[in-house]
């Protein structure tokens, strides 16, 4: 049976540019993502964020749609267009009132409030000044974290500073398969993620500096697991481990890269070997600004891959079976990440793990008896919360879990291609939302405090 902690939240998780719409409404200005839709063949069938699930003007219903749920967490971010529409200067009070009427409801519904200020909607006109390759964005990022701070602060305890820099510098800036779709020299990449790096450190000086009462902070980059093939085989075990904390090609694909300055407050040293050249020039306090205390270690997981020891003992990455499970997005089914991933986390870094995004996408629709009948998401979420609890069992101080998504939303370049909502936006039917069977399985989990998990 699945224990989890009395203290244990369950919550799910949405991003503004994936659900708010309202992309021209009340003074909001552009951002990356909207100027990358609009390029032809970026986003599939030609999708855009402009009215997604119009969450801005639909919130109060969401809100009662998670009470439903029984969440006692809700993950939502703020899009920085919204309260500086250039990212510079005063702040537009009509954007700020939205994310102040959304934090009212939830609170008066029992839902923390868990706030990410970057979620990739990174203003179009900073963009033009050079967005993350110009050192000023790390100024710029603590300016507009202020103004969120000072209105929210007063209510919001929980705050996360970006989400996964790997994918908005990696496929954002070097893939150029995001917003903002560039494929630069992988020197500027590094310089951006510098900049990003030193933007986080500075926006929790910001939260630290202006919020109105103790409040916990943490961070949400993606978490690259890697799991040993034969758990029983001490050899595997380590290998997964340096596998999951080592750097071995040009990538923007790592965990420590954007972890271990956060954290440790160095770069690690087999990045700065390989990187050579291309490592970005740290100036004096770079790296005291990147590590700044932090309350937790928020990661997103979705999948893993399986590692074994080779025959010298080096780690080596072994293909999935033929026949391994798959989600629509073509993601492996791995729900031992959910183990090993905050595990090996709470070794390196030794700080509370928080789950702030683990979904599936599948093709869901509305059947015939009015039902979703989301099986996969059911079975899917039910064994990672099985591998959570073991997790748990072992020691790993796993705090929190966010589901991703509560509802389902605009899948970025694939557009609304995937549904990964435990509810269903009807986008043909003026965006009318229905509960899956899966929204009614994860309000017993809930109800039962993760008994019903099994
Ligand atoms: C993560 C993103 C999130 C969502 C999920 C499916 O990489 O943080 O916005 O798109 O994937």
Known sequence: MAKFPDNFVWGAAAASYQIEGAAYQDGRGQSVWDMYCRKPGMVWNGHTGDVACD????????????????????????AWPRIQPSGVGAPDERGLDFYDRLVDALLAAGITP????????????????????????????????????TRLSDRVKHWMTLNEPQVYIGAGHHEGRHA????????????????????HGKSVQAIRASTKQPCRIG???????????DPSSPADV?????????????????????????????YPEDGLKFFGKDAPA????????MSQPLDFCGVNIYQGQYVRAGKDGAPEEVPMPVGARLTAFDWYVTPDAMYWGPKYL???????????????????????DGKVHDEQRIDFTQRHLQEAARAIADGVPLETYFHWSFIDNFEWAHGYKHRFGMIFCDYEKGGARTIKESGHWYAKVIASNGESVG
């Open 180 to 199: 903002p779709g560039d494929q630069l020299a992988f020197k500027e990449v590094l310089l951006a993620g510098h900049h990003t790096l030193l933007a």
């Open 55 to 78: 969450h801005y003007n639909r919130y109060a219903e969401d809100v009662g749609l998670m009470k439903q749920l029984g969440l006692q967490a809700y993950r939502l971010s703020v």
């Open 114 to 149: 868990w706030v990410t200020l970057f979620h990739w909607d990174f203003p179009l006109d900073l963009y033009h000044r050079g967005g993350w390759l110009n050192r000023d964005s790390a100024d710029w990022f603590a300016d507009y974290a202020t103004h969120v701070v």
């Open 219 to 229: 961070y949400a980059p993606v978490a690259l697991s890697k799991m040993p093939l």
């Open 282 to 289: 740290v100036k004096p306090g770079d790296l005291e600004t």
């Open 238 to 266: 380590a290998a997964a481990r340096a596998k999951m904390f080592s750097i071995s090609s040009q990538t923007a694909w790592t965990n420590t890269w954007w972890m271990d300055p956060v954290f440790l407050g160095q």
């Open 346 to 368: 709470h070794e390196r870094y030794g700080k509370p793990i928080v789950i702030t995004e683990n979904g599936i996408s599948s093709r869901d629709w509305v059947a015939l």
